[in-house]
């Protein structure tokens, strides 16, 4: 398995991720995403592990489950519709619920295919039938 993962530009968290993944092959260290390159690759992806807020509410419109690697989260909604998995930060938890869906077909499928908390993805074209209904006639 291939593990890529885009590393904060922060340098204490820079450092500390080239530092504990220097030797393991499989885990690529890449530059921080802009946000079409970072779909294109989550959206290809079995597999979101993040402590980011913003790819806890992108994500489940991909259709890829995500283990949150925080205590608490401020996307409860998430965690309700089982698009996301509170994992907590300890490494034998972590690795735990990520040999379920590695594991279990059932599993991964309940969270892959949990109904989105935060839209269908349709907005836009309901806005645009609506523009199209009141200032097109």
């Not at 259709?63 to 401020?74: F, Q």
């Not at 040999?99 to 949990?114: C, G, H, R, W």
Request: hydrophobic share 40%; net charge negative.
């Amino acid at each position: 398995m291939e593990v890529v993962f885009p590393v904060h530009l922060n340098p204490v968290v820079r450092n500390a991720a080239k530092e504990a993944f220097k030797d393991v092959e499989n885990v690529h260290l890449i530059e921080p995403l802009e946000v079409y390159d970072f779909h294109n690759i989550a959206s290809r992806s079995f597999l979101i592990l993040t402590d980011s807020g913003g790819i806890q509410e992108e994500a489940p419109s991909l259709g890829v489950p995500v283990l949150v690697l925080r205590n608490e989260t401020e996307r409860p909604e998430g965690v309700k519709a089982g698009t996301l998995k509170l994992v907590g930060t300890e490494t034998e938890q972590v690795e735990k619920q990520i040999k379920i869906l590695l594991e279990s077909t059932s599993e991964y499928m309940k969270m892959s295919k949990a109904q989105n908390p935060y839209g269908d993805g349709l907005s836009s074209e309901r806005i645009m039938e609506i523009l199209e209904k009141e200032f097109i006639k």
